[in-house]
């Protein structure tokens, strides 16, 4: 038997609420993701400035330690010179020589 018209566009329109059931399901789950999404990028946010700070700590902290070891490197080269002249080791000249 032909369907009608009238069957059809019941058929139709069933068709089209059904759709449009379906999208609102999809919009809210998107919604969600969307949020979701959002907040996790926000932690992101805060990770990557919180490793910034960490890096410039490090990084003064390195800066730190480069200066207190030519520090340190300029206080044995006075010790070695001290011992030379006192007669504890060859000094200098010897390290001159090498």
Do not use: C, P
Request: negative net charge; proline residues 0%; without cysteine.
């Amino acid at each position: 038997m032909e369907e009608s018209r009238m069957d059809r566009i019941e058929r139709e329109m069933a068709e089209f609420l059904h759709g449009m059931r379906e999208l609102r399901e999809f919009q809210k789950e998107t919604g969600v993701q969307i949020r979701d999404l959002r907040e996790f990028q926000k932690e992101t946010g805060i990770q990557i400035r919180e490793l910034r700070e960490a890096q410039k700590k490090t990084d003064e902290q390195i800066a730190g330690i480069g200066e207190q070891l030519a520090k340190t490197i300029i206080k044995l080269d006075n010790v070695g010179a001290s011992l030379g002249e006192m007669g504890l080791v060859q000094g200098k000249v010897a390290e001159d020589l090498f």
